[in-house]
């Protein structure tokens, strides 16, 4: 059995929606309750490895995973892949691993699929860390792009998406477009960005956000500080946290702050 500080990785061969998928996963052991951590799209689980760096995570075991499509994941028929698709695999991930409550931290497309998970079993969430994920119509920045620049194959419109992306004056964009098609399959794309659409303009996702029963934070970047609904969670009580000199990537702009709010969140959820 690894030792609580020890960082490992296991591939696990499941069934999804009758698709097999070799998930590249990486966690940590312990006693506490455990951190289960989506990344967003164009990312991979390396986006939380630094977990283990930050003494305020000390003891606190955790779960990240390449999502299919995604970094060193396989998945049998990348046509299939949704967010309802992503959905099902967390909790085939989370079965495999015998875990029943967590706390739940999802960045962008991550953030949705967790938002999806936590409205399916809001009984097993213990908090829910939403890092920019997808609430609103608005936040289809990236996605709504297979509807606003239309290509004839799914390589000619991640080639343009990757350009676009490079040029966008957002901290870490030419950062996160230079690796993108290093940790996203082409043919993976479309359906995650249909799907992040459809749910965002017709999923009702902030009654979901809003009625969820457990301790939610919404982060952001100071450069997305004008998103309409930012005072409508606040009212609604959920805990906004800022991120200094970030946009959409706060773990690449200012993964300091981010783990900082992240590991206050935390600690304040689980003693509540």
Known sequence: MPSPSELVKENLTLSVHDVEVDIATMFRAGTLTPVLFLH?????????????????FAGRPFIAYDAPGCGATNCGDLSKISIPFLVATAKAVLDRFGIGRFHLVGHSMGGLTALMLAHEEPQRVRSFTNIEGNVAP?????????IDYPAQSAEAFFDDFIERTWHSPFYSCPLYATSLRHKVRADAVRGIFRSMVELSDHGDLMTKFLSLPFPRMFMYGEQNASLSYLPHLRAHGVQLAEIPQSGHFPMYSNPVEMWDRLAQFLATASAG
């Open 40 to 56: 967003g799209f164009g990312s991979t689980k390396e986006d939380y490895a630094d977990i283990v760096r930050h003494p305020a």
């Open 138 to 146: 608005e936040d289809c920045f990236l996605s709504r792009q297979v």
